[in-house]
C-alpha cells in the first residue's frame, strides 16, 4: 500500500507530468454484495493471502469474518505524504480502501472508521478518495459535522457495474454534499445508462 498506477488516483501538472496517487487501507476484508464483487481482486490479493497463510479469513458476513486492521506504521503513511505534498505544493490523490469497503457495515469498523475519518481531516494536503458500493451508508457513517460542511478534500464514488446497481446507487450518491462525487462503471457488465442523473434540476452533477 503506497503509490499506485490507477489511472484516476493520479494528478497531472501544467508542464505535462503526471505524478502517481496512493491507495491506503486502515484495514483489510469485506462482504461481497454485487456482481461486481464476483472476481474482486482485492479477495485474492498479496496482502489477503499473506492474511489467509497464517490461518486469517477476512472475505465474509461479520457473523463468520472478522476484519484485519493493518499495521499503525501503514496507518501512518498518510500524515507524511500529507506533508510532502503540502511542501511541493502539488495535491495529491488517495483511493482510500482499496481493499474493503469504508461504509461497509461490520460491527468491528465504527472505531477504526473513526480514526480514518481523523486521519482525513488531518490530512488536507491530499484528495481522499473515498469509493464505495454502500453509498446508503455515508451520511449515518460519516461525522456528523461533515453533514453540514463537508470536507473539499473529500471525494466520493460508488460502484455502478449494470443498470441496476446505477439505479440503486446513484440517488443515495446525490444525497452527499461532496464537492466531487463520481462512478466507477468497472466491471462494466452491460450497457449502464446514466443520462437520467448528468443533468438534474438544470444542474450539471
Not at 501544467?14 to 476484508?29: A, K, S
Not at 453533514?147 to 446497481?165: I, L
Not at 439505479?167 to 463520481?182: N, Q
Request: net charge neutral.
Amino acid at each position: 500500500m503506497g503509490q499506485t498506477t490507477i489511472g484516476w488516483t493520479s494528478t497531472a501538472l501544467p508542464d505535462g507530468t503526471v505524478l502517481p496517487g496512493y491507495t491506503h487501507n486502515e484495514w483489510i476484508g469485506c462482504l461481497k454484495v454485487s456482481p461486481a464483487c464476483a472476481s474482486c481482486y482485492a479477495e485474492f490479493s498479496t496482502p489477503t493471502r499473506v492474511l489467509r497463510a497464517k490461518g486469517l479469513e477476512v472475505w465474509g458476513p461479520a457473523k463468520t469474518t472478522a476484519r484485519h486492521r493493518t499495521s499503525e506504521a501503514n496507518r501512518r503513511k498518510p500524515f507524511q505524504w500529507d506533508r510532502a505534498a503540502k511542501a511541493e505544493g502539488v495535491r495529491r490523490r488517495v483511493f482510500c480502501s482499496s481493499l474493503s469497503d469504508v461504509f461497509e457495515d461490520h460491527p468491528m469498523l465504527d472505531a477504526w472508521r473513526a480514526d480514518l475519518w481523523r486521519a482525513i481531516e488531518a490530512c488536507d494536503g491530499l484528495d481522499w478518495q473515498l469509493l464505495t458500493k454502500r453509498p446508503e451508508n455515508i451520511m449515518r457513517m460519516v461525522p456528523a459535522h461533515w453533514h453540514a460542511a463537508w470536507p473539499k478534500h473529500v471525494w466520493v464514488g460508488t460502484t455502478v457495474e449494470d443498470q441496476q446497481r446505477a439505479e440503486e446507487r446513484i440517488p443515495h450518491l446525490r444525497r452527499v454534499p461532496a464537492v466531487v462525487r463520481f462512478l466507477s462503471v468497472e466491471p462494466q457488465m452491460e450497457h449502464v445508462d446514466l443520462a437520467p442523473w448528468l443533468f438534474v434540476d438544470g444542474e450539471d452533477d
